[in-house]
């Protein structure tokens, strides 16, 4: 098993930006395709970002695409996120989430662990 803790949410203005991390332990982190999802109120849990287990070949929603860099550290067993030029759209609650499969999973069943998350909000 892994365990997530998230962390670097807040309350930014719109146009700002925060790093978002993920505290991975347990088992190898780099056993795992790492993503990031995020669920605003009455709204589903949506996919945001995911890197593979080399951390190549980043993949983006298309919403986020320019704006926000996921990467990882291995010799931290942590994932980030960059999120720049923020909108009041991006308000969610953030979740880091860990897969055994391969590539970039998008779907949230693709994986197996997930963290508490982390509110983001983005005032206008």
């Known amino acids: 098993q892994v365990q997530l803790v998230e962390s670097g949410g807040g309350l930014v203005q719109a146009g700002g930006s925060l790093r978002l991390s993920c505290a991975a332990s347990g088992r190898t982190f780099s056993s795992y395709c790492m993503g990031w999802f995020r669920q605003a109120p009455g709204k589903e849990r949506d996919f945001v970002a995911a890197?593979?287990?080399?951390?190549?070949?980043?993949y983006y929603t298309d919403s986020v695409k320019g704006r926000c860099t996921i990467s990882r550290d291995v010799a931290k067993n942590t994932v980030y996120l960059k999120m720049n030029h923020l909108t009041p759209e991006d308000t969610a609650v953030y979740y880091c989430a860990a897969s055994t499969g391969f590539g970039t999973p998008t779907i949230p069943g693709d994986y197996s662990y997930w963290g508490q998350g982390t509110q983001v909000t983005v005032s206008s």
């Open positions: 890197v593979t287990r080399s951390g190549r070949n980043p």
